[in-house]
């Protein structure tokens, strides 16, 4: 579960690095907190900022992300000079040159995908179709760390411990297939949403025609006349939020049984997991819808989706005219942004996608140091005491509960910075000339390296996330916290000012990955990350009680007219926020030690907390991409995420808040969870 949606977490352009010892924003007076305290605290920012022609938003951790990007590339530019450089250091300039290097890009055309194309041409019966489409399965999804549900394969797998026995690692298998986001698209009949299908087909034949193939139109119906039938058995967005409609042990047998259609013989040979005998089968409708597909739909249909798939998922390192035509539907149409990103910054993010440890470890060692790794680490070890003291104050909770809970705390592994040790990538070929085939081995690189953990003992210490990454994550079943150094930076954390601002924004974050530990989903693993009911019954019912109210909140929420948040879909995120903001606050105050916090600017301390947290939320989105995240992310948009102060007393006083304001909730109203 991490900190922001994908949308923050996409490279900027051309907005200069973030200057240390930001303080207090220039607030809107026109605005009373208590009515709308994001544009209290934001609206001049808001007034002044406009979101850049190759993004689809703007906020802090846009800036930042385009501060790593810039520093990535001059490591990789640094390191292709050096004589002397290191083998991996070799493999991050040729993997970035070769990206870069667009008139060989031109001049191969297709020539690249010739193999695959080749092999899906030769698919003739059910039995050579499961080959291909078990040869495609990648480590490609993570549905409880990164919470990345999509795959443009059909099916995505995921690594990770056991939910019953989280001593062994154990394969996941979850829905994917489809072209477009997410089965809303193809299903839902808002207006917004209904235009944006009506440019799909046309998209999939201008692929088709691009790649000269004939018969484009009549194809590309067909195509997505296929997804479409695949979105009808998909689960929805808020029901793969469900880790007990998720936890699903199939044997190898099952398949045949359960999920009849694809020769699953030959799928999991393929696939490289013949010999594995339990899988846990994250979305059984859809496992079982889609493999029912590969039997009723005609074969000629599957190899045209098949070869549309392979086209769109190699288009960013095809000729022009293939990454053209990708971002005019995937950016333009659905996300609304008017112009691409320089080449150089696809290039850094694609190095980053598959030498991701390779770039961090210089990456860490350049921009991360030991002094604010430990200002970092002390600040994680303040909000753990200040949750744990928390706990011991919850009128409402069993002293048995409370043990059970306290327990979790005590394992947390805290990761921060960088890991302890880094991903081997020897056995990764990268070459100077051959962008595609780099990115293919990469990803099956990254799929192999997935698979070779089964059977093997879990690494507690395993991250999941590199350094350079802008955002932050807790990984509920190894009772992990990963803080990456890209994210414990200016203006979010920041020894040059004073220390109540860091509460507010980073001491939040990492508040919200801790109380990830205790939402509604992560509150069901115990402390060895066992999926196991450690509650008293009536402890629980008061905490899904809570939890309700809190998802009852969001649905109240409506970005559009004709589109609101659905609070179920963000209500992990939504309880990580409010608990991580209330341990932070405690934190904070434990903190002074009894003295009383300076005013500034004619700011109480208290007033300062809750400005830098709504302050860290500051955001700009493009209507087109709002309307992606509200259908498809855990997280609420950044302004709704800022407005839970409505639910901590403490901002009542510190505004002096009042009734009929409308931000107001009655005390009864406010959520408690932790
Ligand atoms: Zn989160």
């Not at 250091?89 to 695959?116: C, W």
């Not at 479409?228 to 045949?256: E, G, P």
């Not at 989706?305 to 990708?326: H, N």
């Amino acid at each position: 579960m991490k900190i922001f949606c994908l949308a923050a977490s996409v490279a900027a352009l051309a907005i200069a690095a973030p200057s240390s010892g930001r303080d207090l924003p220039v607030v809107d007076s026109t605005t009373r907190p208590g009515d709308a305290f994001y544009q209290y605290v934001n609206g001049a920012w808001l007034k002044g900022t406009e979101i850049p022609a190759d993004r689809s938003s703007m906020s802090d951790g846009a800036v930042l992300s385009e501060q790593a990007d810039r520093r990535t590339r001059e490591i990789i530019q640094q390191t292709a000079q050096d004589r002397n450089s290191t083998a991996d250091a070799r493999k991050i300039a040729d993997f970035y040159n070769a990206f870069m290097d667009e008139a060989s890009i031109e001049k191969l055309g297709l020539g690249p995908l010739d193999t695959r194309l080749r092999e899906i041409a030769a698919i003739r019966d059910r039995k050579t179709l499961s080959r291909v489409l078990g040869g495609q399965l990648r480590a490609d999804v993570d549905a409880l760390n990164n919470t990345e549900f999509y795959t443009g394969n059909l099916f995505g797998l995921w690594v990770a411990q056991d939910l019953d026995d989280p001593t062994r690692y154990a394969p996941f298998l979850m829905q994917g297939g489809l072209g477009m986001p997410d089965r809303d698209y193809y299903l839902d009949d808002a207006p917004a949403t209904t235009a944006i299908r009506a440019k799909y087909t046309p998209h999939l034949a201008k692929v088709l025609t691009l790649a000269n193939i004939k018969d484009a139109d009549a194809k590309a119906k067909r195509i997505f006349d296929l997804e479409k039938r695949m979105a009808a058995v998909h689960a929805t967005r808020a029901d793969s939020n469900d880790v007990t409609k998720a936890n699903n042990h199939w044997s190898r047998k099952d398949f045949d049984s359960k999920a009849p259609g694809l020769d699953w013989q030959e799928f999991f040979a393929a696939a490289g997991l013949g010999g594995q005998s339990t899988f846990i089968v994250w979305h059984p409708g859809a496992v079982t819808g889609l493999s029912a597909l590969v039997a009723s739909q005609p074969l000629e249909t599957w190899k045209d989706y098949l070869t549309v798939r392979l086209i769109e998922r190699a288009s960013t390192y095809l000729p022009k005219a293939f990454v053209d035509e990708r971002f005019e539907f995937y950016s333009k149409t659905l996300s609304g942004t008017p112009k691409p990103r320089d080449r150089w910054k696809r290039g850094i993010a694609a190095t980053n996608v598959a030498l991701g440890d390779a770039v961090g470890k210089l990456y860490a060692a350049r921009y991360f140091t030991p002094a604010e790794k430990a200002r970092a680490e002390a600040m994680v070890h303040n909000l753990i005491a200040a949750f744990s003291r928390r706990i011991d104050q919850l009128a409402w909770m069993q002293p048995e509960t409370k043990a059970r809970a306290k327990a979790k705390l005590a394992v947390l592994k805290i990761g921060v910075g960088y890991p302890d040790h880094w991903i081997d990538y020897s056995s990764l070929v990268i070459r100077s000339d051959d962008a595609f085939g780099n990115a293919q081995r990469a990803e099956l690189f990254e799929t192999q390296r997935n698979l070779a953990k089964l059977g093997k003992p879990v690494d507690r210490s395993e991250w999941v996330m590199t350094p350079q990454t802008v955002n932050a994550v807790n990984l509920p079943v190894m009772n992990a916290m990963n803080f990456p150094a890209a994210i414990l930076q200016p203006p979010y954390f920041d020894p040059k000012r004073p220390a109540v601002m860091d509460y507010g924004a980073t001491g939040a974050t990492i508040g919200h990955e801790i109380s990830h530990s205790f939402d509604d989903q992560g509150a069901q693993f115990d402390a060895t990350g066992k999926l196991h009911n450690w509650w008293q019954p009536q402890d629980f019912a008061h905490f899904k009680e809570a939890s309700q109210k809190l998802a009852k909140q969001y649905d109240q929420y409506r970005p559009f007219p004709d589109l609101a948040l659905n609070g179920q879909q963000v209500l992990s995120e939504n309880i990580a926020d409010r608990a991580g903001l209330a341990v932070t606050y405690d934190a904070w105050r434990l903190s002074l030690n009894g003295k009383v916090a300076p005013v500034v600017d004619g700011f109480s301390g208290d007033q300062q907390f809750f400005m830098s947290f709504v302050q860290s939320w500051r955001t700009k989105e493009r209507e087109a991409a709002l309307r992606q995240q509200v259908i498809i992310d855990g997280h609420a948009p950044a302004e709704y995420r800022a407005d839970t102060v409505r639910n901590l007393d403490a901002w009542y006083e510190a505004f002096g808040v009042k009734p009929g304001e409308k931000l107001y909730l009655a005390p009864d109203q406010r959520v408690r969870i932790w």
